[in-house]
């Protein structure tokens, strides 16, 4: 399958797949043993690239696959006259993949979030995806000397799945350190998605996140957010201004 090619928000390489489009392109990347770093891009991550040129330089030439999360990424793509299917958001594609994963055998490894979070998310993929082989967890909350432990455990694991939950943009920041070091073909950030599949946080009702108010729900479980979320008004005038 011939790559997608990206379109530009804000200066950041969006790559407009659909949701099935992006597990089929990862299928592929798995099969032919070659490396996808994929970072699903929200608004705020678009933002944050705005004030971080590191961070924009992961997005722009490091990442394999920087696909549209979010509904103000999705938004900004088509107000910029690109074709943007859908929302491509990371909690859904890490099920996705997990699904994938149970079908085709593919081995996964859990690593983030508070100690305890992936284990229990582990238990709760293995309910929802019948045969996932999880080979391994590790929590998120570790000091630079413990790196090439935990690269160790990753690699003599056989994962060819790496799912990371740090948080943007700590999450990437580590990939693109270890990248050449990491077997696993896929490696994927994925922010808080071991907390909500252990249920220790809970995902926007279905109506919420149908009708783009997921930040809403967010915002409202989580009020420390504010500050970070004042960056989405500042997105939709800078799309705008950008026209
Ligand atoms: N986290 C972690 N190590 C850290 C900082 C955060 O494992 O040093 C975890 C945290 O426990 C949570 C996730 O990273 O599970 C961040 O979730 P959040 O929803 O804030 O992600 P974001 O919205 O930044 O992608």
């Given at each position: 399958m011939?790559?997608?090619a990206?379109?530009?928000v ?19 990347k798995?099969?032919a ?7 699903t ?23 394999d696959?920087v ?7 999705v938004?900004?793509g088509?107000?910029l ?17 997990l ?18 979070i ?30 090439t ?5 990753i690699?003599?694991?056989?994962a ?22 990491l ?16 249920g ?10 149908k009708y783009?108010?997921e ?6 479980k989580?009020p420390r957010?504010?500050?970070r ?9 800078k799309v705008?201004c950008s026209?």
């Amino acid at each position: 399958m011939e790559k997608i090619a990206a379109i530009q928000v804000l200066d950041v390489p969006v790559h407009p797949y659909s949701m099935n489009d992006a597990v089929a392109y990862l299928d592929q990347k798995i099969q032919a043993q070659q490396p996808s770093f994929v970072v699903t891009a929200n608004a705020e991550i678009i933002m944050m690239c705005q004030d971080d040129a590191e961070y924009k330089n992961i997005l722009t030439n490091i990442a394999d696959l920087v696909l549209p999360d979010g509904a103000g990424t999705v938004w900004a793509g088509r107000k910029l006259g690109h074709h943007v299917p859908e929302r491509v958001a990371g909690f859904d594609l890490f099920n996705r993949l997990l699904n994938l994963a149970a079908g085709k055998g593919y081995k996964v490894f859990f690593f983030g979030a508070a100690p305890g979070i992936a284990e229990a998310a582990r238990e709760k993929a293995e309910i929802l995806y019948p045969g996932v082989d999880v080979v391994g967890c590790r929590d998120g909350y570790f000091s630079d000397c413990d790196n090439t432990a935990i690269i160790e455990a990753i690699n003599n694991s056989g994962a060819q799945i790496l799912f990371l939950a740090l948080g943007a943009p700590k999450q990437e920041k580590w990939l693109q350190a270890h990248l050449r070091e990491l077997k696993p073909y896929i490696t994927m950030g994925i922010g808080g998605s071991f907390d909500v599949l252990a249920g220790k946080m809970e995902r926007a009702p279905l109506w919420m996140q149908k009708y783009s108010l997921e930040w809403l729900f967010r915002l409202y479980k989580q009020p420390r957010r504010c500050i970070r979320m004042l960056a989405l008004p500042k997105f939709v005038i800078k799309v705008i201004c950008s026209k």
